[in-house]
């Protein structure tokens, strides 16, 4: 079946850890985004990337770093730089500009402080 | 002023309802518009997707987009438990950056 997965479901932070999120789609998208989701707030844009090797900050990058190695897989590494990390994140891919294709979610990583 | 405008709710409603979703947004160079449904702790599941000003409809549920008054809607006919969710809309100038809205939670009770 295509689809996006991320893994894991559930991610506990202990103070001054990184910890990254895992991301792979097989539906041959070219562009792959991470989102953030807080109660209240809607979804914001941390990173996207159109092309592997290629990746743009979105609204809220700050305290977050991505790689984009492989078409398939989009990265999203959660820095101790990120004083509010409790979220839940998601990552989409589709949109390729020109393409007129809507994006996809995966069923997101819930991230919680320890 | 937010871009994109949505009613929280919760909107809550009997099986069997009409229901109508809205969005408003400030933009209008908007001109991908998507409607999004999200169950509790999954990711958004793609419902609707309109290019430009006109109507869509797919089974139970129908979207409208009016460009001149810069505001969206989704309705759902024949509302059912399995419906109850929180909605959200969401829109671009390109389909890749999404502005989304915050999202309106539906209850449909039986």
């Known amino acids: 079946d295509g689809g996006i997965t991320q893994s894991p479901k559930y991610l506990f932070r202990k103070e001054g850890q990184n910890v990254t999120l895992s991301c792979e789609q097989n539906?041959?998208?070219?562009?792959m985004y991470w989102y953030r989701q807080d109660p209240g707030q809607g979804l914001r844009l941390i990173y996207y990337s159109q092309i592997v090797n290629d990746f743009q900050k979105g609204d809220i990058a700050e305290g977050y770093s991505v790689s984009r190695e492989k078409k398939e897989s989009f990265p999203l590494t959660v820095t101790s730089a990120q004083k509010n990390p409790t979220a839940f994140y998601l990552c989409a891919s589709g949109g390729n500009r020109g393409e007129e294709q809507p994006q996809h979610f995966g069923d997101g990583t819930r991230l919680s402080i320890l | 002023q937010k871009e994109v405008e949505q009613d929280p709710g919760p909107l809550s409603v009997p099986e069997g309802a009409i229901v109508s979703l809205n969005c408003t947004y400030s933009?209008?160079?908007?001109?991908?518009f998507m409607w999004y449904r999200q169950y509790s702790r999954k990711g958004p599941e793609l419902l609707m997707y309109?290019?430009?000003?006109g109507n869509k409809e797919d089974g139970r549920f129908t979207a409208q987009v009016d460009k001149s008054s810069k505001y969206i809607s989704l309705f759902i006919r024949d509302s059912q438990p399995s419906d109850s969710a929180t909605y959200l809309c969401a829109m671009s100038f390109n389909t890749d950056k999404l502005i989304f809205g915050t999202g309106t939670r539906l209850q449909v009770f039986p």
């Open positions: 539906l041959n998208h070219d562009a």
């Open positions: 933009n209008s160079a908007f001109q991908y």
């Open positions: 309109t290019y430009s000003s």
